[in-house]
């Protein structure tokens, strides 16, 4: 089942859940303000009949004989007239529970049961309980008579009852009523949830459409559709998966570019290797043992420039985002200084340590190796001396050679870049390239330029630890 239909029926379950307890809350409360009116209009009536029949039993009566009339304009048609109002059911009983008068509209006998007979004989107060008659409803308040008109001496109680099958109309109807706007509730919040779900799910749709286009085509560089009125974490994965794509592909062209830089700096060393191998065999009777040996060494040199090469390259293609190696403090004078003692004596050139050195975080193989390639190239070109000056998170490595050529400075960290001063000498044009690529990795820059007096100045700067 897709997002959208999961929200909606999702929402609209939590809004039939929420418009049904309204709908049964908005009822129940209904009910209970109609039976307590009802409830309350018992209670008046019971009341104003107490009072009446009190009244009644202080005033001379001379009609002794008529105390069994009922309905021929006796005293107990005189009594229902005063105390009951049109509409309710009055019946009083003795302590028996014997009926001794029944007035309302209609013929309807309450029921006494010995619940009736109990608040009649005792001292509680009047209760309230509905009651079924037939079909119909009632509620009815049964109560103690405390003074008995004279012409109901036997009188000891009575009970007040009301229809309640209008009050149940009323009920029946307003829920009916309430069900059609529930329903409609559920439908908008239903269509509001898909509503709302589609334009959620827009940006995933377009991210599964531009995944399933990469997989099928193997193209990294189809464009992705970003919803920018998507919801914050929603747009943030679009973007993010926008950035992959663009980081992936421009990986993919520098790993194509290098491919391509490195098969056309392999081709030149491999076919001279390959003549020189060839010379041997073909003329080995003819040449001299100084031209072999001659040939011999070439072809180590560019077997050995071959080595270098590949090594170079793989350091270069390795991911340096991803090593393994552990991130720990690092103090830019102690590694300079280890740099440096590794390097005196190599070419009969001084290496020497000057300013004070800051302490970062990064990897230390591979700041060892970046620093490395720099004095190796300064010992290079060198005339006798190489300085490697710290200052802070900045490192220049510093020749009194013949500098670099002006026009050559912005290329210099350019894979398989090499000056045309520098085509004769041993080096594959990856030593900066990598000093660059490790320096990136540590959120560095790198720098190249020429002294004023003299020589080159090659360097980089890191940021530094705070505090």
């Not at 859940?17 to 008046?44: F, K, Y």
């Not at 420039?305 to 190696?325: C, I, K």
């Not at 001084?350 to 975080?361: D, F, N, Y």
């Amino acid at each position: 089942m897709s997002i959208r239909w999961r929200w909606a029926l999702s929402l609209g379950l939590v809004a039939a859940v929420a418009v049904g307890l309204t709908t049964w809350a908005a009822t129940l409360s209904a009910a209970q303000e109609l039976r307590g009116a009802v409830n309350v209009d018992l209670q008046e009536q019971a009341s104003h009949l107490q009072e009446d029949a009190e009244e009644l039993a202080d005033e001379p009566h001379g009609h002794e004989g008529d105390a069994g009339s009922h309905g021929d304009g006796g005293p107990h048609d005189d009594w229902h007239s005063r105390m009951v109002d049109p509409g309710f059911f009055l019946q009083v009983f003795d302590q028996d529970g014997a009926v001794v008068l029944q007035t309302g509209p209609g013929d309807v006998t309450l029921p006494v049961e010995p619940t009736d007979l109990a608040t009649v004989n005792g001292t509680g107060g009047p209760t309230i309980r509905d009651i079924q008659v037939g079909d119909v409803t009632y509620r009815m308040l049964t109560s103690r008579l405390h003074h008995p008109p004279p012409e109901i001496p036997s009188a000891a109680g009575f009970q007040i009852a009301s229809d309640m099958s209008r009050v149940n109309a009323n009920v029946a109807g307003f829920t009916r009523r309430m069900l059609p706007i529930g329903v409609v509730g559920i439908l908008l919040v239903g269509l509001t949830g898909w509503a709302l779900a589609s334009r959620a799910v827009r940006p995933i749709t377009d991210l599964t459409e531009a995944a399933e286009q990469i997989a099928a085509t193997e193209r990294l560089d189809a464009g992705v559709k970003l919803d920018r009125s998507a919801p914050g974490e929603i747009g943030r994965l679009a973007a993010a998966f926008a950035s992959m794509l663009s980081s992936l592909w421009a990986s993919r062209r520098e790993q194509q570019r290098l491919v391509s830089d490195a098969g056309h700096e392999f081709r030149t060393p491999i076919t001279a290797l390959k003549t020189n191998l060839e010379t041997l065999l073909r003329q080995d009777q003819t040449l001299s043992d100084s031209q072999r040996l001659e040939i011999a060494e070439a072809a180590l040199t560019q077997s050995n420039q071959l080595g270098d090469l590949a090594t170079e390259l793989v350091d270069l293609a390795t991911d340096v985002h991803h090593n393994d190696e552990e991130v720990t403090e690092i103090d830019l004078g102690e590694l300079a200084a280890d740099v440096a003692q590794r390097f005196r004596g190599v070419g009969h050139k001084e290496v020497v340590v000057s300013g004070e050195g800051a302490a970062l975080r990064g990897r230390r193989s591979q700041l060892d190796r970046a620093l490395g390639n720099l004095v190796d190239n300064a010992v290079k070109w060198a005339a006798a001396r190489v300085e490697i000056n710290v200052e802070g998170g900045t490192v220049t490595v510093v020749d009194d050679g013949p500098g670099i050529p002006e026009g050559d400075l912005p290329y210099v960290f350019r894979r398989f870049y090499r000056s045309s001063q520098a085509r004769g000498t041993p080096g594959s044009g990856l030593g900066l390239a990598i000093v660059e690529h490790l320096v990136g990795a540590h959120t560095g820059t790198v720098f190249a330029r020429n002294r004023a007096g003299g020589g080159a100045e090659v360097g980089f700067t890191l940021p530094v630890t705070e505090g």
